[in-house]
Every structure is written in structure tokens, then in C-alpha cells.
């Protein structure tokens, strides 16, 4: 079993929409949790950090965290065709060291 | 927000020479670094994580001899890939952690796209 896992893509929205992400975890003493925008031939960049359970909204961007169930999910309401990228689910264990999921590709039509 | 300068963005070298790579932290000391590969439509794999005076930690598989790490101060740690070859083309980014990145995220470098032909 993978460490993260990712609901496999692309997903494709029409502008205006809610994308939904999802992720798993499988090691329970994961700690904190980051959704990461890769745009093509670009780093990640930072959207969400979580580590408590519950929602945590910024902007049009919610991230969800669930420990019970080892699951953490992302929504972009409102979609925008700049919103098209791969988003990349990590999580932190005790150690400092980030677990990358393997990525799901949005598409925003517009 | 912290900044983490990765130099030189693009490379290409010829089989079996030696580039190296720079990730600076510009507004925070990062006692630890970590550098990633990233091949095409893949995810971030860890190759090492760089602390501060000390040796890196190489994760399984990678190779120490061929991925030299240096992290001489708070501010700037370096990845020199030795003898490189064609397989060793990919995205090369590093991340650096400030204290409280643990909880709220590591800043990662613009990263460095290695050709060796």
C-alpha cells in the first residue's frame, strides 16, 4: 500500500464548478497535511496546510481532514481555467519528511 | 513569506560531468533542506535531506557517491550530481523548512531541469 494515494485523474470541471481532491494516508501518526499546485514544468507551490480534523477555508480553496479515517480532501469552488494543474497531496510524519501522493490533473474548461 | 532561491533553473551537460545545484533560503535560516527528483508526470520522490553540519540522509536507493550534498550554512545547501549520465535527467528541487514548517508547509525552490547528453 502506497503511503498516499490520490484519486486518479485528470479531472476535468467546467469553469465556475467545485473540483473535489481526494487523499489517503496509510500511517496513522501522520501529523500534518499540505495540498501542493504543480503547474507544467514549474515547483509546487503551497495552497493548504491542515492538521486539525474539521475544515479549513482560505479563499476559495477547503481543505478537509478526517484522522479517523485517514483522508484529506480538497475543494476549489468557483473553478477558474487558471486553476488547471496537478495537485499534489503530502503528508508529515514525525520526521520532517514529506510523502507526496502521485498527483491528480485538473482541467477548468472554459 | 520565506523564499527559496534554486540556481540555475536549466542545465545541460555532457555525459560524465558534474553539475552542481544551489537552494538558498533568502529570509530564514533552514537548518534542514531536502531535495527531490521529479521525473516527467511523476511525483516528488525524496532523494536526501540536508541538515546543517552534519552528513546527509540518503533515502533508499539513492546513491550518496553520486549525489554529493553539502549544507555548509543556515542559508544555502548544494547538490552536485557527479559523473552524470542520461538517466540522470530530470527536475531536481529542493525545499527548505523554517521552524514552523512542520504544521504549515515547506517552501520549495524553482528547481532545476538537468539535461545530460
Known amino acids: 500500500q502506497k503511503e498516499v494515494e490520490q484519486n486518479s485523474g485528470p479531472l476535468s470541471v467546467p469553469e465556475g464548478a467545485i473540483a473535489s481532491l481526494n487523499c489517503t494516508y496509510s500511517?496513522?501518526?501522520?501529523?500534518?497535511f499540505f495540498w501542493y499546485r504543480q503547474y507544467s514544468g514549474k515547483s509546487p507551490e503551497l495552497i493548504m496546510s491542515?492538521?486539525?480534523?474539521g475544515d479549513k477555508e482560505d479563499g476559495r480553496f477547503t481543505a478537509q481532514l478526517n484522522k479517523a479515517s485517514q483522508y484529506v480532501s480538497l475543494l476549489i469552488r468557483d473553478s477558474q481555467p487558471s486553476d488547471s494543474a496537478t495537485y499534489l497531496c503530502?503528508?508529515?510524519?514525525?520526521?520532517?519528511?514529506?510523502?507526496f501522493g502521485a498527483g491528480t490533473t485538473v482541467t477548468v474548461r472554459a | 513569506g520565506a523564499v527559496v532561491s534554486q540556481h540555475p533553473s536549466r542545465v545541460i551537460c555532457k555525459s560524465g560531468t558534474s553539475v552542481k545545484i544551489e537552494c538558498r533560503s533568502l529570509d530564514f535560516q533552514a537548518t534542514t533542506m531536502f531535495w527531490y527528483r521529479q521525473f516527467p508526470k511523476k511525483s516528488l520522490m525524496l532523494m536526501a535531506t540536508s541538515n546543517e553540519g552534519s552528513k546527509a540522509t540518503y533515502e533508499q536507493g539513492v546513491e550518496k557517491d553520486k549525489f554529493l550534498i553539502n549544507h555548509a550554512s543556515l542559508t544555502l545547501s548544494t547538490l552536485t550530481v557527479t559523473s552524470a549520465h542520461p538517466e540522470d535527467s530530470s527536475f531536481y528541487i529542493c525545499?527548505?523548512?523554517?521552524?514552523?514548517?512542520?504544521?504549515?508547509?515547506?517552501?520549495f525552490g524553482s528547481g532545476t531541469r538537468l539535461t545530460v547528453v
Open positions: 491542515i492538521y486539525s480534523n
Open positions: 503530502a503528508v508529515n510524519k514525525d520526521d520532517y519528511k514529506l510523502s
Open positions: 525545499s527548505a523548512a523554517e521552524t514552523e514548517a512542520f504544521f504549515y508547509g515547506y517552501t
Open positions: 500511517d496513522r501518526v501522520s501529523q500534518s
